[in-house]
């Protein structure tokens, strides 16, 4: 969907569904569960009505940085946010870059989130540790850092250091992802059928 067919469509639309088209279009990896976490950006004024749509989906949410309008929410599931964060290698990488070690998703994304507030006051770095907290394979997160941003193998959802052949596939896989649930929104499912089709699919393919 072009910029303008998404906003053609977000004129003819009640604002749950535009908030759902946000959602698809910008974390279908996670609603699909193949991703753990997304960051998205959404107006102040739609925060209490996003609360509501995320209830029930399994997907919790944390204010990272507000400013004017805008507001910068990261949503994650929980249990495979924390998983990967207590992966031996992770989080000795998370104690070199100065964490506590106190292994709760809520307490490390408030670590997080204060790192980002203070960056945003100019007071450290940008905190590229973050690529971590979004699921990025932690080879990535250390080539990133190490080359400052630079020769980078390839570039997608985020720059690729190693392995990239299955990150391009991983890639592919969120593109579907976003194709899959963009045409299920605009086919007039909301975001709770969204995600009860995706379960009862996810159960039958267990069961075959």
Known sequence: MSVAELMEW????????????????????????????????????????????LKNTGISYRLLKSRGEKMILFLYRKTDLLNYLMRSDVYRFLLEEGYDGVMLPEHLINQLAKRIFFYGNGDIAFPHE??????????????????????????????????????????????????YVIHKIVSGYTLTELMDELEQEKSQARVS
């Open 10 to 53: 977000n004129k003819a639309h009640h604002r749950d569904d535009r908030l759902t088209m946000t959602l698809g279009m910008h974390c279908a990896p996670l609603l699909m569960k193949d991703k753990i976490s997304n960051i998205i950006t959404i107006d102040i004024r739609d925060f209490s009505d996003m609360k509501r749509l």
């Open 130 to 179: 973050i690529g971590v907290f979004l699921g990025y394979p932690l080879g990535d997160v250390r080539g990133f850092i190490e080359n400052m941003g630079k020769n980078s193998l390839y570039s997608g959802y985020w720059k690729v250091y190693e392995n990239v052949d299955a990150t391009k596939a991983l890639f592919e896989r969120f593109e579907y992802d976003r194709t």
